[in-house]
């Protein structure tokens, strides 16, 4: 959605609704039978179908989708796909925190979690509920749908984005790191965490163009980092109580990254509109290809290097600093190789 659509419909509203009503008591039936945990799957070849499809749930597919449609199609929809994904990150991770759910039994065996995987299933060193990778397929799938359904075929890419969000919420299970509470929950929390911001997104970008840049800039600067160690400061073990004792975990949660993208990705954002003002629409299409090729090359070279340094830094601080990194280079790098390139 770009700052200048509408609002969700009621009609939207209502479907939405009856939608997480009709999951709501579909999936507390499930539990009352007892059926929590049925969906784990003993197979080795359908869970290792299944972690492929659970990627579709992982940051750095949500970092290629951002990047695409930034550097493609549309930056303000690509800010928007962003903010989406992080206010919902940020949500699961505050009340993952305040739950402490452990994860089911076919997750982590704490004999084993030094090895790279549980035979019994994934090891992941977190609290169970509200599941993440699902929370935030529909924060980001979602988002998408609702920006696409009244494309031409308006049906088509709502449907094959639903079609995704529920692979990657019945892989949590079949794969064994959560269960069905916690997908319910992941799913439950997103959905309202993705109406709320469609609505309230248009009002709040309406006030926030009014503000000058450095307000602009101060805003972002005490957003990202106020909240980020609002988290990390009342939840500083962040699930590590969940491990055996020898074993440490540095660098967890995802209130640094919440921060580090806000950050980033935010000024970078700001300032390319004020100085830059790239627009994608402008280039052809083999333009727009090898700007894609440039822009996922520095991408993920920046990525995976910052990602090799996390042993020798190795602190939720690092990860801040290398995500708003990655945003910045995204947002406001990238665009100014561009203009240099074809002078938009």
Known sequence: MTENEGKLSKRGWFI???????ILVVGLIMLASGLNEAFYSSSSTVRSIFKIITNLGEPLVFIVLVAVFFIAY???????????????????????????????????????????ENPAGLVEPSYGFPSGHTQDAVGTWGYLAYHFKDKPKPLVIPIIMSVIIFLVAISRMIIGVHDLQDVLGGFSFGLVALLLFIYLEPIVTEKVNTFSLNVKILLLVVISVGLSLLGIFLFPTSG???????????????????????????IGYVLENEKIQYDPSKLKAKQKILALIIGLVLIFVLFFALEA?????????????????????????????????WKN
């Open 16 to 22: 939405n609704i009856i939608l997480l009503v009709i």
């Open 309 to 341: 340094l996390k042993g020798v830094f190795d602190s939720v601080f690092y990860r801040f600093a290398r995500y708003a990194l990655v945003g910045f280079v995204l947002a406001y790098i990238l665009p100014l190789i561009f203009n240099k390139i």
């Open 240 to 266: 590590t109580d969940l491990l055996p004792t020898p074993v440490a975990l540095s660098d967890t949660g995802n209130f640094a990254l919440f921060g580090g993208v806000i950050l980033g990705f935010g």
């Open 74 to 116: 549309d930056k303000k929809f690509a800010k928007n796909l962003a903010v989406s994904l992080m206010i919902t990150v940020y949500i699961n991770e505050f009340l993952k925190n305040i739950f402490k759910d452990p994860r089911p039994a076919t997750n982590a065996d704490p004999d084993k979690i030094t090895l790279p």
